[in-house]
Structures are given as structure tokens and as C-alpha cells.
T-cell receptor
Framework: DGGITQSPKYLFRKEGQNVTLSCEQN?????MYWYRQDPGQGLRLIYY???????QKGDIAEGYSVSREKKESFPLTVTSAQKNPTAFYLC???????????????FGDGTRLSIL | GQQLNQSPQSMFIQEGEDVSMNCTSS?????WLWYKQEPGEGPVLLIA?????ELTSNGRLTAQFGITRKDSFLNISASIPSDVGIYFC??????????????FGKGITLSVRP
């Protein structure tokens, strides 16, 4: 089935440790996105990539890093510089703009990151 | 930055009732999206709107793109227990080239009493 797969579902990080969240899509989407969701909050954009080997910072990029070496994959690393990493992380993907129209983003099922 | 306003934060309705939610912005958007999120899962796209005044249905759901382009409405008719979840609106600004970023509201948590 086509879709967006995030792994793991739950992740625990020790203080001072970097962790990497996986996001894979087989929808042939051009663009991929990472969001952070905190309780009672909307989604906040961390990083996004519209094409392979290129990515841009979102609204809350500090303490995070990404890579886009393949069209299907957009891993997110939460570094030790991120002082409040406990959150629900969502990956999304979309086609790039077509026929003058924005293309909707579709989401994976998220990874919940907690601090030990 | 842009903000989308969704209120109230929570809504409680009886099974079978209709419910209406709205989303407002101080900025003009050229795309409005409505998503539903269930606990522990990612948001699922319900309806996408691309033109001012557009009215689109998806089963019991109907959404409208406001004429001013600063608001959107989602209606759910004849609610059922599986309608529970968080309903987010999201907007995209007018922009040429690649997709512009999405701005999300904080969501409305809907509870349906059997």
C-alpha cells in the first residue's frame, strides 16, 4: 500500500544524546516535511524539503537537523541542543505545486519522543 | 507570523446532531485544508478547498472557502461516535512556484455522546 511510514512509533532519548527519526514515503511525492506537535497546540514546521539534496528551515529548526539524499526518505535528527525535545513528531509529504495549485500534504502516524 | 484561529478548543455534542466549526485568519489564503486527527495517529486530510466561495462535500462533511479568503467552515451532519477527534484547519498563502508552507490552527477537540 502507498503511504508514509514513520519509525519508531515510540522513542526514548537520554540527556545529551542525538536520536534520529525515520520517515519513508512511497507516494512518489516531491516534497517532505517535519512537524512538531505539543499538547493543545497546532503543528509547527521544523524543516521541509522540496527536492532531493535541498531543504529549508521551518519555524522551529533550532536543535534539529535533516538530510534528503533520496526522494523517498527524509530523516530528522533531534540533537542534544534541543532542550525540550519531548513531543509528537509528524512527517508529511506532498507533490509540488501543479497546474497553479498547491498540493495537499499527507501525514504519517507520528513518532512520540520522550526524555529518560 | 500568520495565525489561524479555531474556537472553542473543545465541543461536546449528542450523537445525531450537526456541528459546525470555523477557522479565521488575519491573512488571505489561497488554499484551505481540513484535517482530522485521532489519538496517537497522524492527521488525515478530509477536504481541500482552492477557490473563494467553493463548497465541497465528503460524505457527511461539508466545507466552504470563505468569500473574503480569510475564513473557512467545516460542517459535520448527523454525527456518529467515530467522528470524535481533533479537527484542524490549515491554510496556504498565495505563492508562485513550489508549495507554500501550511499554517495550522490549534484544533478543536470534538466529543460525541452516544
Amino acid at each position: 500500500d502507498g503511504g508514509i511510514t514513520q519509525s519508531p512509533k515510540y522513542l526514548f532519548r537520554k540527556e545529551g544524546q542525538n536520536v534520529t527519526l525515520s520517515c519513508e514515503q512511497n507516494l512518489n511525492h516531491d516534497a517532505m516535511y517535519w512537524y512538531r506537535q505539543d499538547p493543545g497546540q497546532g503543528l509547527r514546521l521544523i524543516y521541509y524539503s522540496q527536492i532531493v539534496n535541498d531543504f529549508q528551515k521551518g519555524d522551529i529548526a533550532e536543535g534539529y537537523s535533516v538530510s534528503r539524499e533520496k526522494k523517498e526518505s527524509f530523516p530528522l535528527t533531534v540533537t542534544s541542543a534541543q532542550k525540550n525535545p519531548t513531543a509528537f513528531y509528524l512527517c508529511a509529504s506532498s507533490f509540488n505545486r501543479r497546474a497553479g495549485r498547491n498540493q495537499p500534504q499527507h501525514f504519517g502516524d507520528g513518532t512520540r519522543l520522550s526524555i529518560l | 507570523g500568520q495565525q489561524l484561529n479555531q474556537s472553542p478548543q473543545s465541543m461536546f455534542i449528542q450523537e445525531g446532531e450537526d456541528v459546525s466549526m470555523n477557522c479565521t485568519s488575519s491573512s488571505i489564503f489561497n488554499t484551505w485544508l481540513w484535517y482530522k486527527q485521532e489519538p496517537g495517529e497522524g492527521p488525515v486530510l478530509l477536504i481541500a478547498l482552492y477557490k473563494a466561495g467553493e463548497l465541497t462535500s465528503n460524505g457527511r462533511l461539508t466545507a466552504q472557502f470563505g468569500i473574503t479568503r480569510k475564513d473557512s467552515f467545516l460542517n459535520i451532519s448527523a454525527s456518529i461516535p467515530s467522528d470524535v477527534g481533533i479537527y484542524f484547519c490549515a491554510g496556504q498563502l498565495p505563492r508562485s512556484g513550489a508549495n507554500s508552507k501550511l499554517t495550522f490552527g490549534k484544533g478543536i477537540t470534538l466529543s460525541v455522546r452516544p
